[in-house]
């Protein structure tokens, strides 16, 4: 009896212990247990409804790419670059939920303004917008020329304007880049696990930007 005692009271601690790790673990709690498909960053649920799986998919700028994904000269270079004139409109590429709209610029260290243009020295995406979209998929747009014209939380229809193409953090010259994130199981979608946008779109749209 005792012993059975001793082993449930075991169990017992080893389970409070294993619930109290998944609440103070980023990106591994309860929520990401009954919900894999919730952004790291900020919580935001994509749910059937606000991310339909069946939503369409557009490009977000009618250009052409000028930089491809991770080539061999920039092989951390997880998404692609289009190059637009400046204050050309951005468009979500499918329906889903906004899970950041912020600023993220830093210049040796110390904070660098997104309301101006970046430079290859400047660290970070600008004026950027992340959307999760049905099957753990999100995309990401940088270098925005001003705040985004959506906030965290919003739902987006495909093709609904998410700001305009600018050079803000680090970039040379205006100019949208783009990644898709395919997220897993418990995994978030994030960089590391982006995939190539062109043929993810090509499987999915008809027309693609001339090169």
Request: proline letters at 9%; charged letters at 20%; hydrophobic letters at 40%.
């Amino acid at each position: 009896m005792k012993k059975s005692l001793a082993v449930l009271v075991t169990v017992g601690v080893a389970a409070t212990a294993l619930v109290l790790a998944m609440a103070v673990v980023p990106g591994f709690g309860p929520r990401t247990l009954l919900n894999p498909v919730i952004e790291a960053f900020g919580g935001v649920t994509c749910d059937d409804q606000r991310c339909p799986p069946d939503a369409p998919w557009v490009w977000p700028v009618d250009a052409p790419v000028t930089s491809e994904f991770r080539s061999e000269s920039r092989p951390d270079h997880h998404g692609i670059d289009i190059a637009a004139d400046p204050g050309t409109p951005i468009f979500a590429a499918s329906a889903g939920v906004v899970s950041i709209a912020d600023c993220q610029a830093s210049l040796h260290g110390e904070p660098y303004s997104c309301d101006q243009d970046g430079s290859w020295e400047v660290r970070g995406c600008g004026w950027y917008v992340k959307v999760l979209h049905a099957d753990r998929v999100a995309t990401l747009y940088c270098h925005l020329l001003e705040q985004p014209e959506v906030e965290v939380g919003d739902a987006v229809e495909t093709g609904d304007l998410l700001g305009y193409v600018g050079s803000s953090g680090n970039s040379s010259g205006p100019h949208l880049h783009f990644e898709v994130q395919q997220g897993r199981l418990f995994v978030p979608p994030v960089s590391a696990n982006a995939v190539d946008p062109e043929p993810f779109l090509a499987e999915r749209v008809d027309d693609a930007p001339a090169r």
